[in-house]
């Protein structure tokens, strides 16, 4: 489903390169999860795989549903799938929650060439979503993440995952700022969007969220590329032993 | 020139007969109407507005006094009959008087709200060819009564539009003011407000959208003489091409004002590299126990929102134009209905983003 080749990207007009020949392929149906020390470029290469801004791509080459990846925009990529689950999920002032996540299912449904949901359809799935990740009826209608705590952040994040039912999903630290219980409510809504058409790429410090969201394969990001990989189990030895032996 | 001598009159200002505001005036630095009309025609026509009133409101013309401004002078020099609409005491309707017509010449318009009364005013001021408008309004709001007033405005690209507003509220009595403006070749819009009874309140907001080389500039001086008076002022401004925005906002607290509870805002979005804003807020406090506040800012759209919106599958236009409105609306959460204005800003941003 997605197969990144050689990927070489900079920030700063090419003074720093924060990505360095990273390879990586993740078949439909598999779950991989990507750790790594501070600084490695694990950010990086969801916002770069994503299309935002400030970062040139220099060599490589990312090839998503047999398109070129890198040469559409980002509400393309969304269009085809995509989802990028934020680490820090942005404030949106004056715009409700339900009305950002209507005009974006929407939005993606016209440049499918699908006619818009519903308003009454949009509602009801929307409400059991909200209820399935325990999010107060109330929230939705407040700004998009407008003074939500971490923790409500990240729910919401999920919450529009499940509601946008994206291809190939990126999680970015998703488990940072929840409790345990808020972990498992997260995972358990994670779990049941896996399947043999979809695929995920977790972003993670910590092993933890790991045994909730079981992995098919786990990967070391150090110095901007893949340095080893290994099954679910690989996760336990890195959190036991840490990164020490595979940074530079 | 000597320093201190008076400049030769403009083509426009000799139709006219007298000296009209310019840069060099302080309240007028960012609108010089001197430098900018351009017509030599329509200069001193009559205006003659449109007015629709409901059951039991009375209009008639009256001699009335000119302002002291020198756009109030000009006013009463070319219109010496005011229209004058009064309410009977403690008046109520569901319908507005609506005013419109306002597109070309010299008009002088007093509206007497009596004691108890409530009125909505919704007023339009439009022009679809060069015009020049020079509008000058009054509002009595005696004890006890509330005025809504709603103004829309979008002229021609090439208009001169100077509206001036005197509003003087007694006791107990309420101004709630929206206004949405899409500017004109050069325009201001000044209200002057004097609080003087007690606990009177005043909301008076108002957002401009500018494009092309428009210019508007929203102007208030608002005078609190005596205790409890409540002010809320929000003004938020979208701007790109050339266009130039101008914000002027002066809270005058007097020495009897106590318990003035006063705040400004005026906030600005900038769109492209070639537009400007202009901003001024002004405190002046005589009265030691109030709560006065005032803030101005001037931005762009934060950039990482707008990916976050497109990252879910928003395109950028859509994702600019939502945040945008959602900026804007915020000068209209308190009218009790926005609807009007939020379809005009929405088409407004949908055609230009």
């Known amino acids: 489903m997605l197969k990144i080749n050689n990927l070489t990207a900079t920030v700063n007009d090419g003074a720093q390169t924060i990505l360095n020949g990273l390879s990586l392929h993740i078949p439909a149906g598999e779950v991989h999860a990507i750790m790594g020390p501070n600084g490695a470029g694990k950010s990086t290469l969801s916002y770069v795989l994503t299309g935002k801004d400030g970062y040139d791509v220099t060599d490589g080459s ?179 032993e840490g990164y020490d032996a595979y940074a530079a | 020139m000597q320093p201190n001598s008076t400049p030769a009159l403009t083509e426009a200002e000799t139709i006219l007969g007298g000296a009209l505001p310019h840069r060099r005036m302080e309240a007028w630095k960012w609108t010089d109407v001197r430098a900018s009309l351009r017509q030599k025609q329509g200069l001193t026509n009559i205006c003659t507005p449109e007015i629709s009133v409901p059951e039991g409101i009375i209009v008639s013309r009256e001699t009335i006094p000119a302002e002291s401004t020198v756009m109030g002078a000009f006013a009463a020099r070319f219109v010496t009959d005011c229209i004058v609409i009064s309410t009977p005491e403690n008046y109520k309707s569901d319908q507005p008087i609506r005013i419109s017509g306002l597109g070309n010449g010299h008009a002088r318009i007093l509206i007497k709200l009596a004691k108890g009364a409530e009125l909505s005013v919704v007023e339009t001021h439009e022009s679809d060819t060069a015009s020049f408008i020079n509008l000058d309004m009054q509002f009595d709001i005696s004890e006890g009564a509330k005025l809504t007033r709603t103004i829309f405005h979008a002229d021609h690209t090439d208009t001169t539009r100077i509206a001036s507003s005197r509003i003087n509220v007694q006791t107990d009595g309420e101004i709630t003011q929206h206004m949405l403006s899409f500017g004109a070749g050069l325009s201001r819009f000044e209200t002057r407000l004097t609080a003087q009874g007690k606990n009177v309140k005043v909301d008076i907001h108002g957002a401009y959208l500018l494009d092309e080389k428009r210019h508007v500039d929203m102007t208030s001086h608002i005078d609190l003489i005596d205790e409890n008076a409540q002010i809320r002022q929000s003004v938020k401004g979208v701007i790109t091409d050339k266009a130039r925005g101008v914000f002027q906002g002066k809270f005058h607290v007097h020495r009897r004002a106590q318990f003035t509870d006063a705040e400004m805002r005026h906030d600005a979005l900038m769109l492209s590299d070639t537009c400007e804003v202009r901003a001024k807020p002004e405190l002046e406090i005589y009265a030691d126990d109030v709560a006065c506040a005032h803030g101005n800012t001037v931005g762009a759209l934060d950039e990482s929102a707008l990916f976050y919106m497109r990252q879910r599958g928003i395109p950028a236009s859509q994702a600019r134009a939502l945040l945008t409105q959602a900026f804007v609306a915020q000068a209209f959460e308190s009218m009790a209905d926005n609807t009007e204005f939020m379809t005009r800003i929405s088409n407004w941003l949908e055609q230009r983003l």
């Open chain 1, 62 to 240: 990312v090839e998503y549903l047999g398109q070129d990846l890198l040469a559409m925009q980002p509400e393309e990529r969304a269009t085809a799938g995509m989802f990028l689950s934020f680490q820090y999920p942005l404030e949106i002032p004056g715009v409700p929650t339900m009305t950002f996540l209507r005009t974006a299912l929407n939005a993606q449904r016209k440049s499918r060439g699908d006619k818009p949901m519903s308003a009454p359809d949009f509602l009801k799935k929307a409400r059991e979503i909200a209820s399935d990740l325990k999010i107060k009826p109330d929230m939705l209608k407040r700004p998009l993440n407008v003074g939500f705590s971490g923790g409500e952040k990240k729910r919401m994040e999920i919450f529009q995952m499940m509601m946008l039912e994206p291809k190939m999903i990126i999680m970015d630290e998703t488990d940072s700022g929840l409790d345990v219980d808020a972990l498992r409510i997260v995972a358990d809504g994670v779990n049941a969007l896996r399947g043999p058409e979809r695929a995920m790429l977790i972003i993670t410090h910590y092993q933890r969220l790991l045994d909730y969201i079981v992995p098919d394969r786990v990967h070391v990001l150090a110095d901007g590329k893949i340095v080893a990989s290994g099954d679910a189990d690989f996760a336990k030895k890195l959190e036991a």
